[in-house]
C-alpha cells in the first residue's frame, strides 16, 4: 500500500499543497477562493489526486497525514469580519482600553462594568448588564475579572459564568458563547489576558466553522484520521482540539520551520526569508538554527500572550496594487488578492498590480505562467498600466520598469534595516525565497539589501505548504511555579495527546523552568512526531542532455531592455552556471537572475543565485 502526507496552505491569491507518495514528493497550486475557502479546499485535494493519477477517495485511503496551515482567523482580523462581541469586567480590572483591544475586537460601547461581589445585589446588576449587552446586538462574551478576583473568588469569572449560564442555559437560542480570560491564559498583566481572550472570541466562530466543513469533507471522501492544524506556535493539533487564536500567521509560521529544515540541510547558521506571495511579503530570520519567537505576540498593534514568530510584514505581494499619491508612485498595501486579481488574469481586475509589471516587462510570459496551464494577457496588463503611465508621463513599459524599481527597493531597504537592527550585517546571510513570487523578485529585493546570495527550492511556490509537513503533534502547558507543578502540568499535557489518539508511550515530555518578570514559571511540552520527508532524500532531478535555453528581450529595471536567456529548469544541468540577465521557468514560478547575478542549480534542484558583479548605480 501507498503512503501519503498531503500538507496545505492556503494564503491570499493561491492554495497551495505538498503531497509525498512513496517518498516522492509533488506540488499542487490552485486560486484560493475568499468568499469561501472551503471551495479551493476541495480543489487542492482534487488537485492532488490528480497529479497522483488517482482518486480522491483512493489517495485519501492510503494517507497517512493531512495537514493544513490556514489564513481564516489572520484574514477574520484583516477584514473585520469577528462577531460583534461583549466585554464584562468587575471594578477591580484594569481600566479597558485600546491596549485591551478595546476598538479592534469590541466596540467602547459594548463594554460593560459590574460589581465585584458575589451577593444577590451584584448578581442582579450582572445580569442586568448582560441583558444590555446581548439587546445591543452582543453575539459573544467575555468576563475579565481583576487578578485578585481568582477562580476560586465567588465574586471572579467563575462566578459571572456560572450566573449566566443559569440565566441562559446552552440550550436555548438566547444563549451566546462567554469565554473567561482565565480559560486561555494565565498572563499576569490584564492588559494582554483580556486582548488575548477577546482576540479568541473574535476569531473562533470563523475559524470552526471553515475548519470543521474543510475536516467534514475530508470524512466525506473516506479521510478517517484528524485533519491537522499547523499551530503559530509551531505545532498542530486536531480541529476540535485547536484554539482558534494559535491558526493565526500560521501560514508564515510553517514557511519559517520549512526554513529551519532548509538551514539544517545546507548547515546556514542565519537564513532571511523572503515569502512573496500573490498579497504580501514576509520577512523572517532563522538564526541559529531556531525560528525566533516575540515572547508576547501582536495583533496588529495589540499586544497578546500567546508568542508569535518574529515575522515583519513588508506589505507587497504580485497583486499589490501601484498608485500615485499625489506625485509619488506607490506600491500596495491594496491588493488585487485572488478575486478580481492582476488584470492580466482575465478575472475582472483592472489596477496595475506588480504582476502585470512583471507580464509587461516580459519577466512572465503566457506560454510560460504556471506551466502554461493559466492563460495571462499582456494586453490587459498593459491596458491597466494606461492611466498610471500616462500620469507619470512616460509609456506603459516604463510605467512598469518604475513599479518594479520601487518594489525592489523599498522591500530591500526595509529588509537591510531590519537585519541591522537585529546586530545583522545583510552581507552575512543567505535569502530564501518562496511564495509564488519569491523566486521572481528575491534576487532584486536580496541586492537592494545588500545580500548577495539567495536559494530557491524546487518547490519554492508552495514552501509553506512544504513547512506544514515538518510540523508534529504539540501541546505547551505553563504556569507560575506557586500554582502548579510538574506533575500538574505533565498531565494536562498528556490528556492533550489522548485527545490527539496518542498513547503515553508515544509522546516525548519535556521540561523548562525559567523566570519571567521577576517570578518563577513552570512549562511542560508535549511531542508527538508525524511523517516528515528527509529533504537529503528528495529525488534529485533527472539529469539534461543539454541545457537548453532561447534568448528573448526582457526590460529589466535600471538596465533597459537586454537579451534575456530563456530556459528551463528540468534542462538545467546540475553545477552548471548561468550568468544573468536570465529567467529559468519551472511549472509554477519563474525565477529571474538579474543581470550581475548567476545561478547554478545543484544536486537537490535548488538554485543557488549569486550576485557576481554589482554596480552601485543598479537597479533590481
Known amino acids: ?40 479546499f476541495r480543489n487542492v485535494i482534487e488537485g492532488a489526486a490528480d497529479e497522483l493519477g488517482t482518486t480522491v477517495a483512493d489517495m485519501l485511503r492510503d494517507t497517512v497525514s493531512v495537514r493544513y ?35 479592534l475586537f469590541v466596540a467602547p460601547e ?40 481568582g477562580t476560586n473568588d465567588p465574586s471572579g469569572e467563575d462566578s459571572l459564568a456560572d450566573t449566566f449560564a443559569e440565566h441562559y442555559p446552552k440550550h436555548c437560542l438566547d444563549s451566546v458563547p462567554l469565554l473567561r480570560t482565565g480559560e486561555i491564559c494565565a ?29 467534514d469533507y475530508l470524512r466525506a471522501q473516506g479521510y478517517h484520521r484528524p485533519l491537522r492544524i499547523v499551530h503559530n ?8 482540539r485547536t484554539v482558534a487564536a494559535k491558526t493565526y500567521n500560521s501560514g508564515p509560521m510553517a514557511g519559517l520551520l520549512g526554513a529551519r529544515a532548509v538551514a539544517a540541510h545546507y548547515g546556514l547558521g542565519d537564513l532571511v526569508t523572503l515569502d512573496m506571495g500573490g498579497t504580501s511579503l514576509d520577512v523572517g530570520i532563522v538564526r541559529n538554527g531556531e525560528v525566533p519567537m516575540r515572547r508576547h505576540g501582536q495583533i496588529e498593534d495589540i499586544e497578546i500572550a500567546f508568542s508569535l514568530p518574529d515575522l515583519v510584514p513588508l506589505g507587497v505581494g504580485g497583486g499589490s496594487i501601484a498608485w500615485l499619491d499625489g506625485a509619488d508612485l506607490r506600491v500596495g498595501p491594496r491588493s488585487a488578492g485572488a478575486t478580481p486579481g492582476p488584470a492580466c488574469f482575465g478575472f475582472g481586475g483592472d489596477a496595475p498590480t506588480v504582476t502585470d509589471a512583471d507580464v509587461v516587462v516580459g519577466v512572465l510570459r503566457p506560454d510560460a505562467f504556471l506551466g502554461g496551464n493559466m492563460e495571462i494577457s499582456v494586453s490587459a496588463a498593459a491596458q491597466a498600466f494606461e492611466p498610471l503611465a500616462e500620469a507619470l508621463g512616460v509609456g506603459v513599459v516604463e510605467a512598469a520598469e518604475q ?3 520601487r518594489v525592489h527597493r523599498d522591500s530591500g531597504e526595509r529588509l537591510a534595516a531590519e537585519l541591522r537592527a537585529r546586530g545583522i550585517d545583510p552581507k552575512t546571510v543567505t535569502a530564501l525565497g518562496f511564495g509564488g513570487n519569491g523566486a521572481t523578485h528575491g534576487a532584486a529585493i536580496a541586492a537592494a539589501a545588500g545580500i548577495d546570495n539567495l536559494l530557491i527550492l524546487p518547490f519554492a ?85 543539454i541545457s537548453a535555453q532561447v534568448s528573448e528581450p526582457v526590460r529589466w529595471p535600471g ?26 521557468d519551472a511549472p509554477e514560478t519563474t525565477c529571474a537572475v538579474p543581470p550581475g547575478w548567476s545561478v547554478v542549480m545543484d544536486a537537490l534542484g535548488t538554485l543557488r543565485l549569486s550576485a557576481s558583479t554589482r554596480s552601485d548605480n543598479d537597479e533590481y
Open 1 to 40: 500500500m501507498a503512503v501519503i502526507t498531503i500538507d496545505i496552505d492556503t494564503g491570499g491569491t493561491f492554495t497551495d499543497s505538498f503531497v509525498v507518495r512513496d517518498g516522492v514528493a509533488r506540488t499542487v497550486k490552485t486560486l484560493t477562493t475568499p468568499h469561501d475557502l472551503a471551495v479551493c
Open 187 to 215: 498572563d499576569p498583566d490584564q492588559h494582554r489576558r483580556i486582548a488575548t481572550a477577546l482576540f479568541n472570541a473574535y476569531v473562533h466562530p470563523e475559524v470552526a466553522d471553515f475548519l470543521y466543513r474543510a475536516e
Open 403 to 405: 513599479v518594479l524599481a
Open 559 to 584: 538596465h533597459g531592455e537586454l537579451d534575456t536567456v530563456v530556459v528551463e529548469r528540468a534542462r538545467l544541468r546540475v553545477e552548471e552556471t548561468l550568468a544573468g540577465p536570465a529567467l529559468v
Open 69 to 103: 496551515a490556514t489564513t481564516v482567523g489572520t484574514n477574520t482580523v484583516l477584514q473585520r469580519r469577528g462577531p460583534r462581541l461583549g466585554l464584562l469586567t468587575d471594578r477591580e480590572t484594569v481600566s479597558a482600553s485600546v491596549r485591551s483591544g478595546i476598538g
Open 110 to 149: 459594548m463594554v460593560a462594568t459590574v460589581p465585584a461581589g458575589g451577593d444577590a445585589q451584584a448578581r442582579t446588576e450582572s445580569l442586568s448588564a448582560v441583558r444590555t449587552l446581548l439587546r445591543d446586538g452582543a453575539r459573544g462574551l467575555v468576563v475579565a475579572c481583576s487578578e485578585a478576583a
Open 461 to 545: 511556490p508552495v514552501f509553506s505548504a512544504f513547512g506544514a509537513s515538518t510540523v508534529d503533534i504539540r501541546y505547551r502547558h505553563e504556569a507560575r511555579a506557586q500554582s502548579a507543578t510538574e506533575d500538574d502540568l505533565s498531565t494536562r499535557a498528556l490528556r492533550d495527546m489522548r485527545g490527539e489518539g496518542v498513547d503515553a508511550g508515544d509522546v516525548e515530555l519535556t521540561v523548562d523552568r525559567f523566570e519571567r518578570d521577576g517570578v518563577g514559571w513552570i512549562a511542560v511540552e508535549a511531542n508527538h512526531t508525524l511523517p516528515h520527508l528527509d529533504l537529503a532524500r528528495i529525488e534529485p532531478p533527472a539529469a539534461a542532455a
Open 233 to 240: 506556535d509551531g505545532g498542530a493539533a486536531r480541529v476540535a
